[in-house]
């Protein structure tokens, strides 16, 4: 055990399986909700609801920037919370009632809605979901202060993350094949796993894993520390880096129906199918890229998957008509999924041990806000650009096929090609990231010094001793 600066005590050894698979429970349920708001829910609305795609453009490039503030903002706040039940607990715990009643009102929505109901539950959605995800994505990077740990306990977050997408996309196919049911239950299915499995799997993180005290940091955080935070080259292309390489697969989900209908003549049943096979890839991709970073670091890993996505979406757009290669090509995109997640959420919990040795404070709550603004840029980028491109090319989701030869190559192209570059363009720019194996050590060992001097000065001064220590030397 080691104690930190701010006094709590943390595991230097590796958790066991078991208390991170409890840990990392709620992301299932988090996931659940997530994805199917830019996946099922525009597509379920536009043609089971009569929403025209103007309005759900709008609405969802809206609900994003809302969200883009919303999570730096709650980043915070969480850094500047020392309740009696934790700094983080609190608000994994407060945002379930208005993640439970929004997921409600969203996917049991019926026909007659419009743009102003779906904007006002986004709203709430995104406020409960991200109360939960904030805190629990700061939490992990406590729970794990080591380089190749939080590979490890994200690497785990991330696998949960995807167990919850393939759940949740197994919801529509299982109610039409198992029940002979409608896409309609399908869509509400959804919603009410979301609503059965988040109470249990939270109630279980919290029960599972100690939070470590924190002493409440010298120097209140600040919201002009982001622009601080923002001026450091390492976060800038982490952030970069994390637009780039999520806008890519959030544009291909939000047209995945509308291409696989429209261009190679799969019903949305059996699209979901598929799809269910891109997340199962992404699933055994998730420990694959935890083994690769730790043996040549997690940015060389990331810049591999970043690669091996713009190959595998390109080839979408070449590959031959077919089921078997629907499969093929599915699985292929899925693998690099995970490593985004995984590997981009570890080097902040690093950059957050670099910024804590510079500044004494801890600002993870801040960091974590920033990359999590950043994942909602490239979902409202995605959706806003993919439905303007295809309203602007005329395309309509009812005609399907019988779309006109222009806006049937716009969709192709939106949907492979566009992301492909995205993911080449993420490749180069984290290349250039710095903070490795042996940089974080030097951090950590400077830092463990620092910990272990204030523990101890405060250690004398309760037991009545003046005598003067000197803190140790910074060697970096």
């Given at each position: 055990?080691?104690?930190?600066?701010?006094g709590?005590?943390?595991?230097?050894?590796?958790?066991?399986?078991?208390?991170?698979?409890?840990?990392?429970?709620?992301?299932?349920p988090?996931?659940?909700?997530?994805?199917?708001?830019?996946?099922?829910?525009?597509n379920?609305?536009?043609t089971?609801?009569?929403?025209?795609?103007?309005?759900?453009?709008?609405?969802?490039a809206?609900?994003?920037?809302?969200?883009?503030?919303?999570?730096?903002?709650?980043?915070?706040?969480?850094?500047?919370?020392?309740?009696?039940?934790?700094?983080?607990?609190?608000?994994?715990?407060?945002?379930?009632?208005?993640?439970?009643?929004?997921?409600?009102?969203?996917?049991?929505?019926?026909?007659?809605?419009?743009?102003?109901?779906?904007?006002?539950?986004?709203?709430?959605?995104?406020?409960?979901?991200?109360?939960?995800?904030?805190?629990?994505?700061?939490?992990?990077?406590?729970?794990?202060?080591?380089?190749?740990q939080?590979?490890?306990?994200?690497?785990?977050?991330?696998?949960?993350?995807?167990a919850?997408?393939?759940?949740?996309?197994?919801?529509?196919?299982?109610?039409?094949?198992?029940?002979?049911?409608?896409?309609?239950?399908?869509?509400?299915?959804?919603?009410?796993?979301?609503?059965?499995?988040?109470?249990?799997?939270?109630?279980?993180?919290?029960?599972?894993?100690?939070?470590?005290?924190?002493?409440?940091?010298?120097?209140?955080?600040?919201?002009?520390?982001?622009?601080?935070?923002?001026?450091?080259?390492?976060?800038?292309?982490?952030?970069?880096?994390?637009?780039?390489?999520?806008?890519?697969?959030?544009?291909?989900?939000?047209?995945?129906?509308?291409?696989?209908?429209?261009?190679?003549?799969?019903?949305?049943?059996?699209?979901?199918?598929?799809?269910?096979?891109?997340?199962?890839?992404?699933?055994?991709?998730?420990?694959?890229?935890?083994?690769?970073?730790?043996?040549?670091?997690?940015?060389?890993?990331?810049?591999?998957?970043?690669?091996?996505?713009?190959?595998?979406?390109a080839?979408?757009?070449?590959?031959?008509?077919?089921?078997?290669?629907?499969?093929?090509?599915?699985?292929?995109?899925?693998l690099?999924?995970?490593a985004?997640?995984?590997?981009?959420?570890?080097?902040?919990?690093?950059?957050?041990?670099?910024?804590?040795?510079?500044?004494?404070?801890?600002?993870?709550?801040?960091?974590?806000?920033?990359?999590?603004?950043?994942?909602?840029?490239?979902?409202?980028?995605?959706?806003?650009?993919?439905?303007?491109?295809?309203?602007?090319?005329?395309?309509?989701?009812?005609?399907?096929?019988?779309?006109?030869?222009?806006?049937?190559?716009?969709?192709?192209?939106?949907?492979?090609?566009?992301?492909?570059?995205?993911?080449?363009?993420?490749?180069?720019?984290?290349?250039?990231?710095?903070?490795?194996a042996?940089?974080?050590?030097?951090?950590?060992?400077?830092?463990?010094?620092?910990?272990?001097?204030?523990?101890?000065?405060?250690?004398?001064?309760?037991?009545?001793?003046?005598?003067?220590?000197?803190?140790?030397?910074?060697?970096?």
């Amino acid at each position: 055990m080691t104690t930190t600066e701010q006094g709590g005590p943390v595991a230097t050894g590796p958790m066991s399986n078991w208390r991170l698979a409890a840990f990392a429970a709620p992301c299932i349920p988090v996931a659940a909700m997530l994805m199917p708001v830019t996946v099922y829910l525009p597509n379920y609305y536009a043609t089971e609801l009569g929403v025209s795609l103007a309005v759900l453009a709008s609405v969802f490039a809206v609900i994003r920037l809302f969200d883009l503030w919303l999570d730096p903002i709650l980043g915070l706040l969480i850094d500047r919370t020392n309740s009696r039940w934790g700094r983080y607990r609190p608000w994994l715990v407060g945002g379930l009632p208005i993640a439970l009643v929004a997921a409600w009102m969203l996917f049991m929505a019926k026909p007659g809605i419009d743009g102003t109901y779906i904007l006002a539950w986004l709203v709430m959605g995104f406020l409960g979901q991200s109360m939960a995800s904030m805190a629990h994505v700061a939490w992990a990077a406590r729970i794990a202060p080591q380089y190749d740990q939080r590979s490890r306990v994200y690497g785990w977050w991330q696998g949960f993350t995807v167990a919850g997408m393939i759940t949740v996309l197994a919801m529509p196919p299982l109610m039409k094949i198992g029940f002979g049911l409608d896409h309609t239950a399908g869509v509400k299915a959804m919603g009410w796993f979301v609503i059965a499995t988040l109470p249990p799997t939270i109630l279980l993180a919290v029960m599972a894993v100690r939070e470590p005290a924190v002493r409440p940091n010298a120097h209140p955080p600040h919201w002009r520390q982001y622009l601080a935070l923002l001026r450091r080259g390492t976060v800038l292309r982490l952030l970069a880096t994390d637009i780039a390489l999520g806008t890519g697969p959030a544009i291909a989900g939000s047209l995945f129906f509308f291409y696989f209908e429209a261009i190679r003549g799969v019903d949305r049943s059996l699209g979901g199918l598929l799809l269910l096979l891109y997340f199962v890839g992404a699933l055994a991709g998730a420990p694959l890229w935890t083994r690769l970073a730790r043996r040549i670091g997690k940015h060389k890993a990331l810049m591999i998957a970043a690669l091996g996505y713009a190959a595998a979406q390109a080839s979408i757009m070449i590959a031959p008509l077919g089921l078997a290669w629907g499969i093929v090509t599915m699985v292929l995109a899925g693998l690099p999924f995970s490593a985004g997640p995984i590997l981009l959420r570890a080097m902040m919990a690093d950059v957050g041990d670099e910024e804590r040795l510079a500044s004494g404070v801890d600002r993870n709550g801040l960091l974590f806000g920033l990359l999590s603004g950043t994942v909602k840029i490239g979902s409202a980028l995605a959706v806003f650009v993919g439905f303007q491109a295809l309203s602007v090319a005329g395309f309509e989701a009812k005609l399907g096929a019988a779309n006109s030869d222009q806006a049937l190559l716009a969709l192709s192209l939106a949907f492979s090609v566009l992301p492909a570059l995205l993911g080449l363009v993420s490749a180069a720019l984290i290349a250039g990231h710095r903070l490795d194996a042996t940089a974080h050590a030097v951090i950590r060992r400077d830092l463990d010094a620092r910990d272990g001097f204030v523990v101890a000065a405060a250690a004398s001064d309760e037991a009545g001793d003046g005598s003067p220590a000197a803190p140790p030397s910074r060697s970096r």
